[in-house]
């Protein structure tokens, strides 16, 4: 008999009405539920039609495998829907724009869970990509042909380098706006910019463009009119009083919003929901990194005037406790597909809380600390997930809340991310992309962080901030061997072992090298090359997407797409940038470490015994792999040696990166680090390295040093993080103020603590204390984990007991029990590594 | 001949003994902290979770986890003290002077040389290194434990006054079993004493811990003195909680009277550290047999018990604490429920 007793106290939700206690459990019933918001694929009836559109997967390397199967089963579900006579004679995004608001509007039920005060319900969509036959054929020949973009992706990732791809969602659309002019307001404006357009310029791409968004901003009134009359339906029908009343109030929020601008904090959290998911209509992909910004800041006026208006507090929190519902609903889209309902890693439906403000003024107010009791009341739960911005002036009242919310919770049920770094990063992109008009000074402050960490702007940037993932450590790879692979691909289907071609530039016979300056000029050389490559492989399918899959509802929202009459996914935006994620930045820099040690400073071995044993995997080679791991420098440990190697690494590829702009969109490449979980996977495609890690074993996640190289703490981890990312300016002149940052995207860090850290009011005080020198020496973004070993352990035996234990790696936020045993067992190793 | 030099150099203040440390550590005093064990203590007690720290000689420990099995440290070791067999190394402490060369040579980091040689200056610059947040705690600084410090008292005594020039608290943790000169050397740069009592009765002390508590009463009279006419250090008591040996409600009540009529209002906090085992693998790498090495936690029950015991007997009742790992539900410290610590290094506290 298994005992199914519960050993270890995980977070339970809390002080939930009935209504949102009925609501949070009907979605954890998962695939039992009648109602979900399963993916509905709709189809123009050409049989070319195509719904799933593979680019935005390709940094997806798990689905590699089942592209062709989505592509096709979507096709063959997809149901029929009748066009105008006129469709066929306009252009492309004149045909989705009026397709997608046709399958919202008229095809997708309108639907309302009992109790629910805030509507919106289906918006998963497969809609057709409205490509004439021609068009479909052009864009095969460039997918699928020999050079195509899915060929290219797949060598990329199979030969170690990583993975690139023109991806949807992950910005902040300028919802803010939506909220106070209204969707009249910005169908207004569209207007009198396509008025503005000279007779050519209407007729042309530009007049198609402006025309093809003022139809999608007639979408959210045309929803929210189908919603009013279910309302209204509903109350007629409805037996209870009070509820009626909600109903009907409900109606009368969406006669108004989202088309007028919202006079109440009901009606904006309605205008903003539906403003919202439609994005996940328009670009078919739900959820990932469509985030809100500041949440706190722009709802607050709204949330002040109700309050004083008699809003009770509670209600208030009411209506964001069912916004969250809906924004969870996002996982339905595969509903049946794996063993967790759909739900995998965190979706990252980001918001901030808090955070700088003009003057270095702290902008906590009455909504942050409401909000930050919806999170405690709902956690656990993954959506809409919150990133609290801290800095120097934060008050202590609101880190207490914090501290108290990560002891309870088994760690953050948010990230913490930080002002002065995050915006040194956002300065020093004003400067490397010549946009110093637009991030300046005076609004650095007003920046927001997309998915999980990613720092943008707000409703005027799209930074494509998971687009491009590089193996830094692949150019140490090829700096061996002159440019090509250590140890041949094995093919995947016939298991023969591929041939190995000179890939990277020659760049000599490394058991040459007298010195290390030698290696270190060869791994320079790789690393310019692996930047190229990636940026080449990206142009492939970004030239894809911007010429075949226009979001013309996004681009509405996102400013100088109306201006340029430029879609977003063709640079329409005012802020246009791809980022580039640093990925396997730790193993890289222990692995020059090791390479110089070994080598060069102490002679241990000769280039040639090292390389030898980097074929063999280690095998038969224990001594020197002893020396790599133990012996060898390591970065993480504030040992300011091995850190100025760090920094060295951190500003080649980072130069490397500011070099490049997409030719087909013009968006200027910009560095990151974030790994979400490709430092699992990877490790099994990247060759053995120097740092004494054999293949198979991971690699190091984002920022964070190796797995067990931080010896010295936490304190000397963090310290080590913020030295790699710049430091401070020794004279005062950093980028902004005297913090420097060489990632405008921040970089994520995790650090997991025991939980008896924060057993006590004293000792959470000093855990206080970390966060508050983090603030001054650490990185941009930091995820507290607070678990043990031993629940993690119990965890891994009793699944079903643990379902909701939440466990937050990178921002990469999951489900304990419904991740990989092997990401199960590195966590647990990393935590019983932990001495804190 | 070699281990007169190393002691030598010792008393100095120009380098010291350091065994680890610390960054980051909570449980050494007020605030974030940055601990520096030092090597060499005048005790034995018969519980010592820091076994390694007693000699102020360098020690070698094998790390049987991390070998390889590779033997370069039995061809390394000028003195033949190292020797290999079907389950492990084995080192002929009788032999072995500390020399360290074997853990120089071993790749895998699995002999450890328990010992090493710090310079002030080398010392200051890493305890600086987590100004940002040991300033920004409440009462945070750097903490000298060991072992006793006051083994390495000029040393000690130099560095505080760094510490204190650096703008850090200084916390001096010692077992007060050491002549009355070091303690006076140490107290002027000292703003914190964590002074370890552990038995009332002298006979009780001198079978646990090799002596009798004369002289430690004594210094701590020199303490109390001390903080009369400056006003200053802080004083805190810690009480290790050992099965069979410091754990009656009798000793709890006579240790309190110690506080109270010795004392009288000079303590501002007393702690009362549970027992803790973590420390076995220590005894066995160091090829030391303990005495404890088969007890087990204490129970939260007689913590708690304990702790009454020493509230009930003292004016302030609040400046009794409890906190360490215990057995069962591994409730712990003041009622908070706590895990087990996971903290295998350097076990502190008590003594
Ligand atoms: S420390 Fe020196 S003497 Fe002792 S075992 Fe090692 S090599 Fe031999
Ligand atoms: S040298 Fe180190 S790894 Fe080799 S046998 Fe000795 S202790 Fe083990």
Redesign the interface.
């Known amino acids: 008999m298994e005992s199914t007793a519960l050993k270890f106290q995980i977070k339970e939700p809390k002080g939930l009405s009935p209504r949102i206690a009925w609501l949070r459990d009907y979605y954890f019933s998962g695939v039992d539920r009648a109602w979900n918001n399963e993916f509905t694929p709709w189809t123009t009836g050409t049989p070319w039609d195509v719904q799933y559109d593979e680019i935005s997967f390709y940094i997806v390397p798990e689905t590699y495998p089942f592209l062709q199967t989505f592509r096709s089963s979507m096709h063959q579900l997809a149901r029929p829907v009748k066009l105008d006579p006129a469709f066929w004679s306009w252009t492309l995004q004149e045909r989705r724009a009026w397709f997608v608001r046709e399958v919202m509007v008229n095809h997708v039920p309108q639907e309302l869970l009992p109790g629910d005060l805030v509507a919106g319900s289906r918006f998963n969509l497969q809609a057709s990509r409205c490509w004439t036959k021609n068009e479909a054929a052009a864009r095969d020949r460039l997918i699928y042909g020999k050079k195509g973009a899915r060929a290219f992706m797949k060598w990329f990732h199979d030969h170690g380098y990583g993975n690139a791809g023109a991806t949807s969602g992950h910005l902040i659309p300028g919802y803010e706006r939506a909220l106070t002019a209204g969707w009249k307001g910005i169908h207004e404006d569209l207007k009198a910019h396509y008025e503005a357009l000279g007779e050519s310029d209407r007729k042309g791409e530009k007049g198609a463009q402006l025309r093809a968004m003022m139809t999608a901003a007639t979408m959210p009134r045309d929803l929210a009119a189908k919603y009013a009359s279910l309302c209204r339906r509903l109350a007629q029908k409805e037996i209870t009083p009070s509820r009626r009343e909600e109903l009907a109030q409900m109606a009368a929020n969406l006669d108004r919003v989202p088309w007028e601008p919202a006079t109440n904090f009901w009606e904006a959290v309605q205008s903003l929901w539906i403003t919202h998911m439609l994005v996940m209509s328009d670009e078919n992909y739900p959820g990932p990194g469509v985030s809100f910004g500041r949440l706190d800041q722009y709802l607050f006026p709204y949330w002040e005037r109700s309050i004083s208006g008699g809003m009770d507090r509670e209600f208030g929190k009411e209506i964001l406790k069912c916004f969250w519902i809906h924004a969870n609903t996002a996982y339905d889209a595969m509903i049946r597909v794996g063993g967790n309902q759909g739900i995998t890693a965190g979706f990252g439906q980001l918001f901030n809380l808090s955070g700088m403000g003009p003057g270095g003024r702290d902008m906590t107010n009455e909504l942050t600390y409401a909000l930050l009791e919806v999170i405690d009341e709902m956690t656990p739960i993954l959506e809409p997930k919150p990133n609290v911005r801290l800095h120097a002036n934060t008050p202590d009242k609101l880190l207490d809340k914090v501290i108290d919310m990560i002891s309870s919770s088994q760690g953050a049920p948010f990230l913490l991310n930080f002002d002065e770094r995050s915006m040194a990063g956002m300065m020093r992109e004003a400067g490397s992309a010549g946009v110093e008009s637009l991030i300046t000074a005076e609004n650095v402050y007003d920046y927001a962080s997309v998915g999980c960490l990613e720092n943008t702007m707000v409703g005027n940037d799209r930074s494509g901030t998971v687009d491009c993932n590089l193996n830094l450590l692949k150019a140490v790879e090829l700096a061996f061997t002159g440019g090509k692979d250590l140890v041949p691909v094995i093919d995947f289907m016939s298991g023969k072992p591929g041939k190995i071609t000179q890939d990277g530039p020659a760049t000599g016979d490394a058991t040459k090298f007298r010195t290390w300056e030698e290696f270190w000029n060869a791994y320079v050389i790789q690393t310019r090359f692996l930047v190229k490559k990636c940026v080449e492989l990206y142009e492939a399918s970004e030239r894809v997407r911007a010429e075949f899959s226009p979001t013309p509802y996004l681009s509405t929202l996102v400013k100088g797409c109306a201006q340029k009459a430029l879609d977003v996914t063709r640079g329409g935006p005012e802020l246009n940038f791809v980022t580039i994620e640093g990925v396997t930045f730790g193993t890289t820099v222990d692995s020059l470490l090791a390479v110089k040690y070994l080598v060069f400073d102490k002679k241990e071995c000769t280039m040639a015994q090292l390389i030898q044993a980097l074929r063999d995997n280690w095998q038969g080679h224990?001594?020197?792999q002893?020396?790599a791991?133990?012996?060898a420098p390591k970065y993480g440990r504030?040992d300011d040696e091995a850190d100025a190697l760090a920094t060295k690494v951190m500003d080649l590829w980072t130069a490397e990166t500011w070099k490049y702009r997409t030719i087909s969109t013009g968006r200027q490449f910009r560095p990151g680090m974030l790994s979400w979980n490709y430092w699992v996977g990877d490790g099994y495609v990247l060759a053995a390295s120097p740092d004494g890690r054999p293949k198979g074993q991971f690699l190091s996640n984002a920022i964070c040093p190796s797995n067990g190289a931080d010896t010295?703490?936490?304190?000397?981890n963090a310290?080590s993080v913020g030295k790699a990312m710049g430091g401070r300016a020794a004279d005062g002149k950093g980028d902004w103020k005297d913090y420097l940052s060489s990632l405008p995207n921040g970089a994520s860090h995790t650090i997991t603590f025991?939980?008896?850290?924060l057993?006590?009011p004293e000792?959470r005080?000093?855990f206080?204390?970390?966060i508050?020198?983090?603030i001054?020496?650490g990185g941009s973004a930091l995820q507290v984990n607070m678990i043990?070993?031993?629940m993690l352990r119990e965890a891994q035996k009793h699944p079903q007991n643990y379902r909701h234990l939440l466990v937050r790696i990178t921002g990469y936020n999951a489900y304990f029990t419904s991740i990989g045993r092997e990401l199960q067992d590195e966590i647990i190793a990393r935590e019983?590594h932990?001495?804190? | 001949m070699k281990r007169l030099q190393n002691l030598n150099t010792n008393i100095g203040t120009t380098t010291a003994t350091v065994l680890n440390i610390q960054r980051m550590s909570t449980e050494d005093g007020p605030g974030l902290r940055t601990t520096v064990f030092f090597k060499g203590c005048g005790l034995r007690c018969a519980w010592c979770h820091n076994p390694e720290s007693i000699s102020p000689y360098p020690e070698v420990q094998w790390l049987e986890a991390r070998c390889i099995g590779c033997g370069t440290c039995v061809k390394a070791c000028p003195l033949g003290a190292v020797a290999a067999d079907g389950r492990g190394i084995h080192i002929d402490r009788s032999l072995c002077d500390g020399c360290g060369a074997c853990a120089r040579e071993c790749p895998a980091t699995a002999m450890e040389l328990l010992g090493e040689e710090w310079s002030m200056d080398r010392l200051v610059a890493e305890v600086v290194k987590d100004r940002s947040y040991i300033l920004n705690s409440d009462g945070g600084g750097i903490t000298a434990s060991g072992g006793d410090p006051l083994v390495q008292a000029p040393f000690v005594a130099e560095f505080f006054r760094r510490c204190r020039e650096e703008g850090f608290h200084t916390a001096l943790d010692t077992c007060g079993f050491i002549g009355t000169p070091s303690l006076e050397r140490v107290m002027p740069h000292t703003d914190l004493v964590l002074f370890d009592l552990k038995l009332s009765d002298g006979a009780g002390h001198k079978l646990h811990t090799g002596h009798s508590n004369s002289k430690i009463l004594e210094n701590l009279v020199h303490v109390r003195d001390y903080i009369e006419s400056h006003e200053r250090p802080e004083l805190w008591i810690r009480t290790p909680v050992i099965p069979g040996a410091t754990d009656t409600e009798e000793n709890i009540a006579a240790l309190a009277h110690v506080i109270e009529g010795l004392l009288n209002g000079a303590v501002s906090r007393w702690e009362l550290c549970a027992f803790n085992n973590l420390c076995r693998d220590k005894y066995r790498r160091l090829g030391i047999e303990w005495e404890y090495r088969d007890a087990q936690l204490l129970d939260a029950a007689l913590m708690e018990r304990l702790a009454n015991v020493a509230r009930d007997s003292v004016t302030r009742p609040e400046i009794v604490r409890w906190s360490g790992a215990t057995a069962g539900e591994q409730a712990a410290g003041d009622g908070q429920r706590e895990k087990k610590t996971a903290a295998t290094h350097l076990v502190k506290g008590c003594g």
């Open positions: 224990d001594v020197l002893a020396k791991k133990y012996r504030d010295n703490g936490p304190t000397a310290n025991n939980p008896s850290l057993r006590d000792h005080g000093k206080k204390a970390f508050k020198g983090y001054a020496n043990d070993a031993d019983s932990n001495k804190y």
